[in-house]
Every structure is written in C-alpha cells, then in structure tokens.
C-alpha cells in the first residue's frame, strides 16, 4: 500500500469516520466458518483488521487469532472496547498487542514477514481486499502468498456490485477479479452467493442497486521450488 493510502485509512481513524466498522460478528462467517472443519487449535490470519468483533468470534472457537492492522486507535479500540489488558511489546517493525489467544501486529501489512506472523492454517477476509485500491490488490495478494504457507486456505467474503445486464450464470459465478487475483495460488471455490437491494446512503433519492455478498473457500497449491 502506498505512503498515501497508509494516511488516507490513518485519518479515517482519527476522524472517526468508520462506518464500514461491523457492530456485529459477521452472519456469513458464523454460518459457513464450520464448513471449514478447523480444528480448535488452528491458527487464523486476519488482515487489515480494524476492530472487527469476528476476531473474538474466531478466538471463542478454540483458534489462536493473528490480525495486522496499521491504525493503532483501532488496534486500541479493540481491545478497549471488549474491556480485555493486552501485553505490548516491539516485534520487529510492528508492535504486538496481545490477550489470551488474540494478537495484533500494529504497522503496515507489507512490512509484515513469515517470521512475524508464525505459522498459519487459514486466512479469514472479510473487507481486507476489497477496501485496498484496484491498483493495489495485485501487490496484496503476492505478499500474502509470501508470509503464509503454501498449504494455508483463505475464507474470503466479498461484497460486488451486480452489472445490470449480468445474466444469472454471470451473478452466481466467480468474479473475474477474484480469478485474476487468486487462480494461480488457489483452487477457487464459491461456496454461497446472496443478492441483496441496497440503498446508497450518500443518495438515498436513487434507487437501491443490487449487491452480491458471496463466500469464497480458497485451498493453497503447492508451489513449485
């Protein structure tokens, strides 16, 4: 991510302008998560974490919760807000936030190494992607496939805007972006889809657009040495 796009989501924590923040844990991930079949002990990784609540959804299932987040209010909120004391101490570039089985690596995700992170099973992404620039993702999901191990599966949940004229078979498939992104690392499979009307806030004389939520299992490829 560039200096700044780092600034732009820094200042919209210290504005207090975080409306995509979830006051609840996320329904498609407590209804889908166990089809994964995780054991308890798993390790999960949760970039560009915010304050999301599912991170103490996914640490009440028995894993072990790693989130990286660069804005230390939210990192701060987090843990304030559900009245937990974290340790704190320098790991490298980043700053580690921890309770229990839940920490947080404060700083930038692209300065985030294999060494930080540990060993992870499964990358839960809820808004990490889609709330980088298009330019950007491409840059995303490289160093992502850098820092975890080939064998790790992604639980990916997007939210895509319907094309007007998309036929059925179009709505209910792969996004071609998605497939652009992932394909060569992961087998993609698309476990769930939901159309939903939505209005836009910012203007709510037009008419409500069509959103499509869908729930992606990625499974790593073994990569070649």
């Known amino acids: 991510m560039s200096g700044r796009d780092n600034q732009l989501w820094l200042q919209l924590w210290r504005e207090r302008r975080t409306d995509f923040h979830q006051r609840t844990v996320n329904r498609l991930l407590t209804g889908f998560w166990p089809t994964l079949g995780l054991p ?4 999960i990784f949760v970039p560009l974490c915010g304050k999301s609540l ?3 959804w996914l ?15 939210a990192v701060r909120a987090f843990f304030r807000e559900n009245r937990l004391q974290p340790v704190r101490r320098q790991q490298g570039e980043l700053t580690l936030w921890q309770h229990g ?3 947080i690596l404060c700083g930038d995700y692209f300065a985030l190494t294999t060494a930080d992170l540990g060993p992870i099973d499964t990358v839960y992404d809820r808004a990490a992607l889609t709330a980088l620039p298009a330019e950007v993702r491409t840059l995303y999901v490289a160093h992502l496939r850098r820092i975890v191990p080939a064998t790790a599966t992604v639980f990916l949940l997007t939210v895509e805007d319907a094309e007007e ?5 179009q709505a209910l498939g792969v996004d071609d972006e998605v497939a652009a992104l992932y ?3 992961f087998e993609i499979a698309l476990a769930h889809v939901e159309s939903v009307l939505e209005a ?4 709510p004389e037009q008419a409500p657009k069509r959103a499509e939520y869908k729930v992606y299992r990625l499974a790593g490829k073994k990569r070649e040495r």
């Open 165 to 169: 004229d998309a036929t059925l078979a």
């Open 200 to 203: 836009d806030p910012q203007a």
């Open 183 to 185: 394909a060569d690392g």
């Open 59 to 73: 640490a009440e299932q028995g894993h072990e919760v790693v989130g990286v987040e660069l804005s230390p209010l």
């Open 54 to 56: 599912d991170m103490l």
């Open 40 to 43: 308890r002990d798993s390790r």
């Open 101 to 103: 089985n839940i920490r």
